[in-house]
């Protein structure tokens, strides 16, 4: 049965991450996986998150969630995507469910596609996250890819992305990503979100928005504009949305799927058939992660503490980015300025691979072979180790760095 079988390719970026453990030397600095951690390298816990493990622990119950999970839960994260007071929300024109993390939400969205035969083709922005072909293809989907990075690949070929846009078939899916671009840091300005959304209303074009890392682009609600864009102005939409790295759960699997609809009657079907593509995947979701998000999200006082701690990790994370951007300027011809103007926890360094390789060789600092780096892995003691290798490797300008 199995003697036909050959070694799967490892996951590029989760199978570098092994590499990088078993890496025995000291001095080692890991850009690879997409999760924030804070100056000591450590991956932090909310202290909301915290408080809530306190209260939540005498109250968890050993019976299934229903198919959809928490309620609560999905109508609380659903209202941070959409707005408390907006007319959408409001509507009652949506219907949410709980997920296992975002790459479970997208997978379910994907299920969702097939089985109701909504779509055969999702387009995704080139490049686009490692994992998202690969999850619409599991579903029997066909992806395509549009351009999305203009050729210097630092900032957004726009004209190209709008011109790809206009040319696809109506009622094919469009997938974006909300905000902070994975892997390149780069997102549209709020003026150029409006354009691709009038152009994905005018073509009648599915969106479909990945939004993973609400709160590190440029805050928890500006970085949720293309959300409440979409659901302002496109009857239907779906909206993927994973709390591992805003609520720092990665292993918890928290995320939810929201699907925008004309009315409340659609919403009720789409209800049913969202019920059936996760009934078919794994039944029903885990309690705990999402009953931890409930109750910050639903209390105040934890709610308001989670935002703060949540808005300083997100400027730290801009502190290093101009940081890194400056230390480089000051040993290198080589440009590294558009790594301060990105967003988000990742950016395209503009490496090569070649470079990369070097890094990790002699260096022992790992970035994504694409030469996509974290920039939450950065931190005061290894800054400078790393632009010192870069400078090395791209080829150094002769200055003096103390
Ligand atoms: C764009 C994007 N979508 C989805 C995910 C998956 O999120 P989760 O870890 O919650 O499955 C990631 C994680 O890296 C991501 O970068």
Redesign the pocket.
């Known amino acids: 049965m199995f003697e036909h079988l050959t070694t799967a390719p490892d996951d590029p970026i989760l199978g570098l991450n092994e590499k990088f453990k078993q890496d025995q030397r000291e001095q080692r600095v890991n850009l690879i996986v997409?999760v924030y951690q804070d100056e000591t390298g450590e991956i932090p816990e909310f202290r909301a998150v915290s408080e809530a493990r306190r209260r939540i622990s005498s109250n968890v119950k050993a019976n299934y969630l229903g198919i959809e999970g928490d309620q609560v839960y999905a109508k609380l994260a659903s209202e941070l995507l959409l707005g408390a007071d907006s007319p959408r929300f409001r509507s009652g024109n949506w219907v949410a469910a709980q997920s296992?993390?975002?790459?479970?939400g997208?997978r379910v969205v994907a299920d969702f596609l097939a089985r109701c035969q909504v779509t055969n083709t999702v387009w995704h922005t080139d490049p686009t996250?490692v994992?998202?072909q690969s999850i619409f293809n599991a579903a029997g989907l066909q992806t395509k890819p549009f351009p999305y990075l203009d050729s210097a690949g630092k900032g957004l070929d726009f004209p190209g992305m709008i011109a790809a846009l206009e040319q696809i078939p109506a009622g094919h899916a469009v997938l974006l990503?909300g905000c902070c671009h994975?892997p390149t840091g780069v997102d549209p300005t709020a003026d150029q979100w409006r354009a691709v959304i009038e152009v994905l209303q005018k073509r009648n074009l599915l969106p479909i928005l990945?939004c993973?890392?609400q709160g590190f682009g440029d805050g928890l609600e500006a970085d949720v504009l293309a959300c409440r864009l979409v659901s302002e102005h496109v009857n239907e939409a779906i909206i993927?949305q994973?709390?591992?790295?805003n609520f720092s759960l990665?292993n918890q699997?928290?995320?939810a799927v929201l699907f925008l609809t004309k009315d409340s009657v659609q919403a009720g079907t789409l209800r049913s058939q969202v019920k059936a593509a996760i009934r078919a995947n794994y039944s029903n979701p885990p309690q705990y992660g999402a009953a931890l998000v409930r109750t910050v999200l639903g209390t105040p006082e934890l709610r308001t503490d989670w935002q703060n701690e949540l808005e300083a990790m997100r400027l730290r994370i801009a502190t290093l980015r101009r940081r890194f951007s400056q230390s480089l300027r000051e040993k290198c011809d080589h440009d590294f300025s558009h790594i301060a103007k990105q967003s988000g926890m990742f950016s395209f360094s503009g490496l090569t691979p070649e470079q990369v390789v070097r890094l990790r060789d002699e260096f022992a600092i790992y970035f994504v072979g694409n030469g996509r780096m974290n920039v939450a892995g950065l931190n005061e003691s290894n800054l400078e180790v790393t632009t010192r290798a870069i400078a090395e490797v791209v080829g150094r300008v002769p200055v003096s760095v103390s």
């Open positions: 997409g296992l993390g975002g790459t479970g997208l996250w994992n998202h990503h994975n990945d993973a890392y993927v994973s709390f591992s790295k990665y699997r928290v995320g």
